[in-house]
């Protein structure tokens, strides 16, 4: 079974990030054939600056590597460094039909809002669908946002296949655990839409001042507390072992303690917990090269596969000259 999974480098990782997908893709390196892109094409729809896109593609390929994506178990390559993959989706978009396109969710919700769309958003469905079938990948792990996506993606290749002869392999999503949304500073989903995430790596003085800040009910010290609805509470569970979120709830039930005193040691918790990811990141920061090396042998060995699956799709619909 080959896994296939991209991120968008619209921004720097944060904790929602990290345990709603990143930690996910990690594990599942030691499963299966893993294949990880940064899907710096798809982001070019939103990030119009070249240098901030440049700078955002390497810092995700350094923070996934920091953060224990293994280069011998998993391919991890920057989406453009594979050209075959914008000539499939031309052979896609071909037949992708507008309605079906129409109505998806990244499109619609611009439109509805009023706002009007690039064609590079309309057909964004359509490269994640080449994405996914030019290394015949069947599995595809995403948030739930995706699904729809991929749905479109089985669209597409069932009826290329049904016009052209067997040609591509059909993928099947695995939505991620997300069910246990990550909250931000304020409450809510932690998101870099609402400007509430903690980065997975800031400077810890910003990332505390940001802990420290963290929204809390105002009810007083003395009350007993129920851990499981406070965001606080969820925030810590995500760093502590069992032992100290049992420890934790039980002061949240005893009352008596202050909000200051969990946010501390959710500082003390989530920066114990990313330091040799930091140490590690700290490493290919002063080293590039090694990142850049990582990402040539990945797109070397994506392109020679997705070359394959190409070939195979413009032989079948009559497009390759042998
Ligand atoms: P953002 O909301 O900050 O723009 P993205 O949409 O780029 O984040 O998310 C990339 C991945 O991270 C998605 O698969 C999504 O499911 C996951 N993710 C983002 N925020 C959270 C969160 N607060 N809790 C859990 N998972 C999250
Ligand atoms: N659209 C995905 C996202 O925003 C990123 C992505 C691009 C992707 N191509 C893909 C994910 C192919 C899975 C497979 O999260």
Redesign the pocket.
Known sequence: MRV?????PTGRFHWGNYFGAIRQYIALQNEEESYYFI?NL?ALNTIRDPAVLRELTLEAAIDLLALGLDPEKATLFVQSDVPEVSELCWLLMTGAPMGLLERCHAYKDKKERGLTAEAGLFTYPVL?AA??LAYDANI?P??HD?VQ?IEVCRDLAGSFNHQFGEVFVLPKSKVLDDSAKVPGTDGEKMSKSYDNTIGLFEDPKKARKKIMRITTDSRPMAEPKDPQTDHLYQLYSLFADAAQREAMAEKYRAGGFGYGEVKKALANAAEAYFSEARQRREHLVAHPEEVRQVLAAGAKKARKKAGEVLLRAQRACGVATE
């Open positions: 296939l999974s991209g991120i968008q899907a798809h994640m994405d996914i595809v995403v948030g995706q996506h």
